[in-house]
Nanobody
């Protein structure tokens, strides 16, 4: 599975962005997908995840209802809709795919990673 994340950019505080994670390869619909982020000087942090069939979603504690993860398996794409963005959301955002889906909040759970897309929130 190959993943490509895109949709990042510069946005003002309180604004919105939608990130996309496009996948190629077979059986993408069998993989859970997660979004992580890495802010400058910090460790990679769990943002959100969705199970293979889209039936369950999980979010990092800091999200507090501001982000929504979804997927369209017909398009091999997972989305992260972000709203009410804050300066502390500035980071490189990565998507990743996981076949086992046992511990979706863990970085080391994931089998495949895409390149990151930079989100910058200006105040």
């Amino acid at each position: 599975v190959q993943l490509q994340a895109f949709g990042g950019g510069l946005v003002q505080v309180g604004g919105s962005l939608r990130l996309s994670c496009a996948a190629s390869g077979r059986a993408f619909s069998r993989y859970a997908v997660g979004w992580f982020r890495r802010a400058p000087g910090k460790e990679r942090e769990f943002v959100a995840a969705v199970t293979a069939n889209g039936g369950n979603t999980y979010y990092g504690d800091f999200v507090k209802g501001r982000f929504t993860i979804s997927r369209d398996n017909a398009k091999n794409t997972v989305y992260l809709q972000m709203s009410d963005l804050k300066p502390e959301d500035t980071a490189v955002y990565y998507c990743a795919a996981d076949y086992r889906a046992n511990a979706l909040r863990r970085v080391d759970e994931y089998d495949y990673w895409g390149q990151g897309t930079l989100v910058t929130v200006s105040s």
